[in-house]
Nanobody, 115 residues
Framework: QVQVVESGGGSVQPGGNLTLSCTAS????????MAWYRQQPGEERHLVAT???????FYRQAVKGRFTISKDSTASTLYLQMNDLKTADTAVYYC?????????WGQGAQVTVYS
């Protein structure tokens, strides 16, 4: 069964930086457009950034200019570089396909931005 595992979360002050990683099995990252999602306290999970098979990125307006999505297909790893973090970025971050046919969700990576 396809699995995704997120890592790299942590606690930082506003203005800090973190890089999240997502490793996936069975060539998932090489084969599909991939995305980072986040679930903020009390809210539904929503899309943060996507990257196509051809490496074209898309960002939610709230993170544009601060976050960078990238991937290493040979290493089956998806990344999210997060700069200039804000308290509003506090959430659990998940990776998955850009699709309604998601693979099983991982445990996510907790990112906490505290002032």
């Amino acid at each position: 069964q396809v699995q995704v595992v997120e890592s790299g979360g942590g606690s930082v002050q506003p203005g800090g930086n973190l890089t999240l990683s997502c490793t996936a099995s069975e060539d998932l990252i090489k084969t599909y457009a991939m995305a980072w999602y986040r679930q903020q306290p009390g809210e539904e999970r929503h899309l943060v950034a996507t990257i196509t098979i051809g490496n074209s990125p898309f960002y939610r307006q709230a993170v544009k200019g601060r976050f960078t999505i990238s991937k290493d297909s040979t290493a089956s790893t998806l990344y999210l570089q997060m700069n200039d973090l804000k308290t509003a970025d506090t959430a659990v971050y998940y990776c998955n396909k850009v699709s309604d046919t998601f693979v099983p969700w991982g445990q996510g990576a907790q990112v906490t931005v505290y002032s």
